[in-house]
C-alpha cells in the first residue's frame, strides 16, 4: 500500500524527460574525435607535437583557472572547454613554435577572447582561431615555419635546427604544381602544415564521430568544404587537372580542420540550419577568395573568424516558423 | 573653485578618456611609445589651458548661435602655434605624431571642455579646469604608452632614453625583441588596451560607488 501521506509531490516546469548530455560529455567527445588527429601528428612530427599540445592544454587551462580564481567567479574547468580549446589552439600552431608562445596565445584564447566576454557561451570569436590570428599577426616569422615531416623534432630543439619547407597550400600559390605531394600523402597528412591539420583522413574519421553522436551537424561542415570544392573546380587554373585542383584544395590547408572542429563551435556558428548552411557557404567562399586573391596562401582562419562575426545576422534573420501557425502568421513572423 | 576637486574629476571620476570617452582618436593612433604619449599628452594640456581660458575669456562677447565656429578659431590658432613650436624645436616628436597634432583641432576634449566648462566658468577656474583635464588625459597617453610597448615591443621609452639623437633612441630593452607581442603595437593593440583600461576604470568605479553607497 502506497503511503500519501509521506509522499513527496515534486512540483517543476518542463521539460520534464532530460537527456544526460552536458557541456562536459559534449566537450569529451569533441575531444575524443581530435585524438586520431593528434595521433596522426605525433606520427608525422614527433613527439614534440604532444608536448606542444600538452602545453597548449594546460596553459588553457591555467588561465581559465586564473582569471576565474582572480574575478571570484565559478570555476569553469570542470566542463572541459579550455581543454578543447587548448588542444585546437595547439592544432592550427605549427609544430616548431617556441613553448612560450603558444603560452601567450592561450592566454588571449581564454582571457581575451572568452573570459572577458563572459566566459562559455559568450564569445563571439573563436577562441582558438582568435588565438591562432594574433599569433600571426605577433609571431609571423614563427608562425609561418613549417617543418618538413620527415625531420623529427627532439622533444626540446631549438626551431632553428629544423629543416622548412613550404606547405601544399604555398606551392599551389606560387603555381608550382609539379612540386606538390601526391594525393594520398595529402590524405594521410605526411606533409608539411599546422600540427593538427596534416591528415584529413584522421579529420575526416573524428568528424564522422562527431556526426554519429550528434554533436555537430552535417550541415556547417559540408556546405563549408563542398563550397570550396565546386569554386576550385569551376576555377581551376590551366595547368593543372581541374579535379586535382579540387582535391589539392580541399585536402590542403587548415579547411578540414576548420570545418569539421573550428566552423562548428556552438557559441560562434548560427542555430538554425538554414543560418548553418548559409554560414558554411559564406567560410567556404572567404576561404577560397582569400586563398586565391590574397596575400596569405591560407585563408581557413581569417574566413572563419569573418563568419563568426557575421553569426548573430545569420541568426536575426533567419528565424524558424511557427510550427502550426497559418501562413500569414508565419509570414509575419519571419518578418519579425 | 576647488582645485583638489577638479583633479579628482580630471584624474578618475571624470578622466577625459576612460569616463567621458572623448578623444580616442589620438588615443588609439599614436600611444606606441612612452615618448609620443607624453609629447601628445603634453601638447593637448598646453592647447587645452589656453583654449580654456580664452573661450572663458570671450564668453560673453562670443554669439550662441556661432559659438563653435569661434571655439574652433581659437582651438586652431593655438593648434598652430604649438604645431610650429615643436616643428622649430623638437622636430623628432612633430614627425614622429605627424598629423595628429593639427587634429587637435578637433579633438572632442578641447572642444567638449569648451562647450561644457569654460563657456559658462570664470577664467581661473577654466583654467584650472584645463590643466586638470590634460593631465587625467596625459595619464591615460603614459599608461597605454607604457603598457603597449612593454609587452609589444618589449622596451621602455624608445625615442626617449637610452642614448642616441632624440626620436632615434632605441630604448631600455627590458624584454628581449623576440618575445614582444607585435600586435599591441599595431592599431587592434590600441583597441584592446583602451578597452581593457576602461573595463577596469568602470570596475574600479562602481566598486567605489557600491561602498559609498553601502556607508550610507
Not at chain 1, 85 to 110: H, K, N, Y
Amino acid at each position: 500500500m502506497t503511503d500519501y501521506k509521506n509522499l513527496k509531490l515534486i512540483a517543476s516546469s518542463s521539460p520534464h524527460i532530460r537527456s544526460n548530455e552536458d557541456t562536459r560529455s559534449i566537450m569529451l567527445d569533441v575531444i575524443i574525435a581530435m585524438l586520431p588527429a593528434l595521433g596522426m601528428s605525433i606520427y608525422v612530427f614527433g613527439i614534440q607535437a604532444l608536448v606542444l599540445t600538452l602545453i597548449s592544454v594546460a596553459s588553457c587551462l591555467f588561465w581559465e583557472w586564473g582569471y576565474r580564481k582572480l574575478m571570484k567567479k565559478s570555476s569553469s574547468i570542470g566542463d572541459l572547454s579550455a581543454v578543447v580549446t587548448g588542444m585546437l589552439l595547439a592544432f592550427v600552431c605549427p609544430v616548431s613554435l617556441p613553448w612560450w608562445a603558444i603560452v601567450i596565445g592561450a592566454f588571449f584564447s581564454i582571457v581575451v577572447v572568452k573570459q572577458l566576454y563572459g566566459g562559455i557561451g559568450c564569445n563571439f570569436l573563436n577562441p582558438a582561431l582568435a588565438g591562432r590570428a594574433i599569433l600571426v599577426a605577433s609571431y609571423a616569422s614563427f608562425m609561418t615555419q613549417w617543418v618538413t615531416p620527415a625531420e623529427k623534432l627532439p622533444i626540446f630543439g631549438s626551431a632553428a635546427d629544423v629543416t622548412t619547407g613550404s606547405t601544399p597550400l604555398a606551392l599551389m600559390k606560387d603555381g608550382a604544381f609539379n612540386e606538390l605531394p601526391t594525393i594520398r600523402e595529402m590524405f594521410l597528412g605526411t606533409i608539411g602544415g599546422s600540427l593538427g591539420e596534416v591528415s584529413a583522413l584522421a579529420l575526416l574519421l573524428g568528424g564522422i564521430y562527431l556526426i554519429i553522436r550528434k554533436v555537430i551537424s552535417w550541415q556547417i561542415p559540408v556546405a563549408y568544404i563542398a563550397t570550396v570544392a565546386v569554386v576550385s573546380l569551376i576555377s581551376a587554373p590551366a595547368n593543372i587537372g581541374a579535379v586535382d585542383y579540387m582535391l589539392y584544395s580541399v585536402l590542403g590547408g587548415g579547411l578540414m580542420l576548420g570545418a569539421i572542429f573550428m566552423a562548428t563551435d556552438y557559441a560562434t556558428s548560427p542555430v538554425t540550419k538554414p543560418g548553418q548552411l548559409i554560414f558554411g557557404i559564406g567560410c567556404g567562399l572567404l576561404t577560397v577568395f582569400i586563398r586565391r586573391f590574397g596575400s596569405y596562401p591560407e585563408g581557413v582562419c581569417y574566413s572563419i573568424l569573418i563568419m563568426n562575426c557575421c553569426t548573430w545576422l545569420l541568426d536575426k534573420y533567419i528565424k524558424p516558423t511557427i510550427y502550426g501557425a497559418p501562413k500569414k502568421e508565419k509570414k509575419e513572423a519571419a518578418a519579425k | 573653485m576647488n582645485f583638489g576637486k577638479q583633479l579628482k574629476e580630471g584624474l578618475i571620476s571624470q578622466n577625459p578618456v576612460l569616463v567621458q570617452l572623448l578623444g580616442m582618436c589620438s588615443t588609439l593612433a599614436i600611444t606606441t611609445s612612452f615618448f609620443n604619449g607624453l609629447g601628445m599628452g603634453i601638447s593637448v594640456l598646453v592647447i587645452l589651458t589656453l583654449s580654456n581660458i580664452f573661450i572663458s575669456l570671450l564668453r560673453k562677447i562670443i554669439p550662441n548661435e556661432v559659438r563653435i565656429a569661434c571655439y574652433i578659431v581659437v582651438i586652431a590658432g593655438f593648434v598652430t602655434c604649438v604645431d610650429l613650436i615643436l616643428k622649430a624645436f623638437v622636430p623628432a616628436l612633430s614627425n614622429s605624431l605627424g598629423v595628429f597634432i593639427p587634429l587637435i583641432v578637433v579633438n572632442c576634449i578641447i572642444l567638449g571642455r569648451a562647450e561644457a566648462f569654460a563657456s559658462k566658468n570664470s577664467v581661473a577656474a577654466s583654467a584650472v579646469d584645463g590643466i586638470c583635464q590634460g593631465i587625467g588625459y596625459t595619464l591615460v597617453l603614459v599608461i597605454m604608452c607604457v603598457f603597449r610597448e612593454l609587452l609589444g615591443s618589449g622596451t621602455f621609452g624608445a625615442g626617449l632614453l637610452g642614448g642616441g639623437e632624440l626620436g632615434a633612441a632605441p630604448g631600455l630593452r627590458i624584454i628581449p625583441e623576440q618575445f614582444g607581442i607585435k600586435i599591441l603595437t599595431m592599431p587592434v593593440g590600441g583597441f584592446l588596451t583602451l578597452g581593457a583600461l576602461i573595463a577596469a576604470m568602470q570596475w574600479a568605479l562602481t566598486k567605489a560607488n557600491n561602498k559609498k553607497k553601502e556607508a550610507k
